[in-house]
């Protein structure tokens, strides 16, 4: 890389690189955090300016600052977002246009995966959309005519020279540029913006100088994106704690983000730390035995001795945290490490070595990116980043020694409705919008399927406040589906494991039914025996009408009462009073959405009770302490009721 082609300066960059390629600007970028959102930024304001260019951005899980509603949630999240986020941080602006349906005429967005449900009414994201497997995006990319590649990296001096990092997202970028090498087409100019803060990731996520051709380095950078850290509720350790049982010592693990994930990683670890405690809550809510029984033939309820490998596209804060509880362990060799250690004579089976996590691109905390960084510099063969093409499949030059890292695989995945005959909806509607993207997940749910011993573990909670009140998230039918009942594996919600590899259309309906909530089982149980798919004669099992809330909530009450299942188990990014305004708020929101509900708040705003402790700095952090308009004293009353409806 020539000097020239070192710029220190976002915009001087933006505006050569237009010059140099011409009017048509056919950009690539990284899903999440490898977007370089200033430069892309740059790009995009030299387009909208001239309506004589053009600029096609192919990308995925655009990131953008939450846009509160007004109201309440405008005081809440506003503040929050201002300090968590920082002063200084940017929003990719074409995101930010393109959920207004701003985008001007001449950019058009193609995404493979959106910020989940951020999208929903954006008619041009929706139009744009490119439903892809995760694992082929390469493939697709490589027939677009992509004239330039935008990627946040890691930089280092060494004795050798100057060496990157693809650090957080080194998922597409490899097989995305050999692919087009190999087809013969031009290599897309590539820019490497460096971000300082960025942890250097040694080993496959590295490249020599000149891999790019163009060098963005300036005095000041944006701060990396932090995923907020979010409560678990009952529900959702009682899900975790199910899904926990499944997990088989010595074996492979992948998760993903969110909560249900979340209240996975808690109840591994509790199972490690406190096995006594943990078997009593799992009897506590699996009285009938079934969980229990698939733990035996296939998970198990001893501590992690051996520890787990992990082996995830996403490598987020779960995984951190079973490290540090001596879960997350479990050494696999790959091919580099088996290279360096033939080369120095001591590769053999007793030979320690290799990484215990492996994967394509990473997000989460600050406390991860801290994380990761120190694991790089203290144990450089613990992390391997790799290309996604070898994390979500089986095939190619690397299926026998992927198979032999995966040998007890469980993949974890989240999915939002499910139906009787065991198909999963994860990424759309049934009209036909998008909510998120398929990502890695028919990948893995695949996967299992190909591996001796693996299986594919979808979680769900059973039930979603819709407009309606209180809805099944498990169906009969659904119109759109993101998982084939061929590929019917294990389902888990609050209320138990739904086992159905292999199984009669009626044993799975059954098995189905035994895990739904049970306001819903008869509607359900008459819908099956309408279709002839359920005998005739079947009696739904009085145990299975025990599933339901406040069920669970007795279960689980005595480690409540001992803050042992606390809403924070890894931390808060929120303050303590904004930890108590959080239950209140989403009280409020969850009776918004029905004319019942809104009575229910009328009624407890007219009547809202006594005040309860820390109510006065409740109200001083939303500004509501002395309100002098109508409008805000409405807001005040409203948000008194739900905190003393929620206190404790």
Known sequence: MSPEQCHTDTDACAQQLAERIGPDLRVAAPLGLGKPHELLNALYRLTKADTSRSMALYTALSLTRPQPAPGLEARFVGPFVERHFGADAVDPEYAVDQARNQLPSNVAVHEFYMQSGALLHSGGAQRNYISQNYTHVARDLAVQDINLLVQLVARRETPEGVRYSLSCNPDLTFDFIDRVVQSGKPRPLCVAVVHPDLPYITGHAEVQRDYFDVELRTDTAPPLFSVPRQPIDTIEYALGIHASALVRDGGCLQIGIGALSDALVYGLRWRQEDNTQWRRALVALDPRGGTHALAARIGGLAPLRAGLYGASEMVMDGFMHLQRAGILKRRAWDNMAMERAAACGRLSPETPGGHYLRGAFFLGTRELYR????????????????????????????????????RGARFFNTCMMATLLGSAVSDGLEDGEVVSGVGGQYNFVAMAHELADGRSILLLRSTRQGRSGVETNIRWNYGHTTIPRHLRDLFVTEYGVADLRGKTDSECIEAMLSITDARFIDALCAEAKSHGKLAADFQIPERWRNNRPEVLKEA????????????????????????????????LKARSSTWRGKWEVLRAAASPGNPVGGEDEALDRMGLAQPRRFGDRVQQRLLKAALRRTAG
């Open 371 to 406: 994380w990761l960084a120190e694991l790089d510099a203290s144990d450089p063969d613990a992390l391997d980043m790799c290309r996604v093409s070898n994390v979500n499949q089986l095939y190619g030059d690397h299926q026998m020694l992927a198979s032999l890292q995966r």
């Open 556 to 587: 689980l009450a005595p480690w409540q009462t001992k803050d042992l299942l606390p809403p924070f188990p890894f931390g808060s990014d929120f303050t303590e009073v904004e930890q108590r305004l959080l239950p209140a708020l989403g009280w």
